[in-house]
């Protein structure tokens, strides 16, 4: 099992929608390297979910319920969706300034490469993130 950190903004669709909905399929990542990373999701793993705009905070985890496949609303035949199954929100959000400030940080890719949407996630940095999973 793997773990990842999805970036999604509010405006457009927060986390609270993924509550609300149980399930959704993500889509909309173009960028070759978060694609990638979107390929290698499989159904099971673990998620934690980052809203951008205004909050830019991880405010929730959710699972990978359904692994890659074609975007069936796209015309590039590149792009894949998962989709996800909401899991809950944190008891605090993790700000970016936050993870950004602890040292442990340094080298994890929502600092090093803020503009990527799908980020793996270590076990440890998970751990440090979601205290108590």
């Known amino acids: 099992m793997k773990r990842w950190l999805v970036k999604t903004d509010p405006d457009t669709y ?3 929608d993924l509550v609300r909905e149980k399930k959704a399929r993500w889509d909309g990542v173009a960028n070759p390297l978060a694609l990638k990373h979107l390929r290698a999701m499989a159904e099971s793993d673990e ?15 959710a699972v990978v319920a359904r692994g890659p496949y074609p975007d069936p609303g796209g015309k590039d035949p590149r792009f ?5 199954r909401a899991g809950t929100a ?3 959000p993790v700000t970016l300034a936050e993870v950004r400030g602890d040292p ?9 490469m803020g503009r990527l949407s799908v980020i793996p996630v270590s076990e440890e940095q998970w751990k440090r993130l979601v205290p108590g999973a």
């Open 14 to 16: 927060a986390f609270a």
């Open 47 to 61: 998620v934690l979910v980052y809203e951008t705009g205004d909050v830019k905070a991880i405010v929730g985890t």
């Open 80 to 84: 894949v969706v998962v989709d996800l």
């Open 90 to 92: 944190l008891a605090r």
């Open 104 to 112: 442990f940080f340094k080298d994890f890719s929502l600092v090093r």
